[in-house]
């Protein structure tokens, strides 16, 4: 397997949730320059129409990612709303209460925790984990998709980043990449919403959050898991449930990331 299990600050849970929702904004920032929200709402749109759902169970939301986003998207064009659900295995309060907060009809976070390790206890409707596939360790991993095929739930998963160069390369590439990051996140932070006191402090004043947030990008790249990794995860094929494995393109064709879709033969 090329994929290594190498830390990132996100994933402890000693860090303030002020920082942890600091370095969220920057990757929303990220997300919408790097075309994320279109890429996943055209696929989510796609496979809703094939599962015939009409509700999300988002895994592993964090502060809620890019799926509110995809999914107001989605209610553009509908008459009828897709209704999400945001779940994680360590709801944040915090982010709890502020989505609750908006009082939308068709979007609520669960506040108990969700273990996407068994699906039979997770809310129905398509499951879909964005961008944080690569949290899990690879006992886990098998563990989701295990789930999902044995539960028979549908399930998408979608990362942005591809574990494609060598490992040599990023050890030797990694002060560049850690520098480019860094400065990069002082630009974004302006268009941070909300930007609050804790954010430009943490960012100008006491540079924490750049540090974290460029160390835990160039972590997430060696820490995807690659198609070849998906499908030694997966392992034998099931005779009643399906999976397709395959690169995510863009409006203009580009390549962007890649999905994993798993549904019940039906």
């Known amino acids: 397997m090329k994929r290594i299990q190498l830390f990132e600050f996100e994933d402890f849970g000693w860090l303030p949730d002020s920082l942890r929702s600091s370095m969220t904004r920057l990757l929303l920032i990220f997300h919408r320059m790097a ?3 279109k890429v996943v709402t055209d696929l989510t749109a796609d496979v809703l129409t094939k599962v015939k ?13 890019v799926m509110p986003a995809v999914v107001k998207a989605l209610n553009a064009d509908r008459e009828m709303p897709v209704r999400l659900l945001l779940t994680d295995l360590h709801p944040n309060q915090r982010s709890v209460r502020l989505i609750e907060a908006q009082k939308l009809s068709w ?3 669960h506040p ?3 273990d996407a390790t068994r699906m039979e206890t997770v809310p129905g409707g398509l499951k879909t984990m964005i961008a944080s596939f690569h949290h ?5 991993a098998k563990q989701v998709l295990q789930s999902a095929s044995e539960q028979k739930q549908p399930l998408l998963i979608y990362e942005v980043a591809e574990n494609k160069i060598p490992l040599i390369a990023w050890w030797l590439f990694l002060p560049i990449s850690l520098a480019l990051l ?6 974004m932070t302006p268009f941070c919403r909300p930007l609050t006191w804790q954010q430009l402090v943490f960012t100008y004043l006491i540079p924490v959050i750049p540090v974290m947030y460029a160390w835990d990008g160039q972590a997430s790249l060696v820490r995807t898991y690659t198609l070849d990794d998906i499908r030694e995860l997966i392992g034998e094929p099931s005779q009643d449930y399906v999976w397709e494995i395959a690169p995510a393109m863009n409006a203009k064709g580009r390549r962007t990331g890649y999905y994993i879709f798993g ?3 039906v």
Do not use: Q
């Open 53 to 65: 759902a009409d509700h999300i169970t988002d895994l592993g939301s964090g502060a809620g990612g």
């Open 136 to 140: 899990l360790p690879p006992g886990m």
């Open 263 to 265: 549904c019940p033969v």
């Open 107 to 109: 979007m609520n976070y």
């Open 182 to 187: 860094i400065i990069m996140s002082l630009f």
């Open 35 to 37: 075309g994320t929200e």
């Open 112 to 114: 108990e925790p969700v």
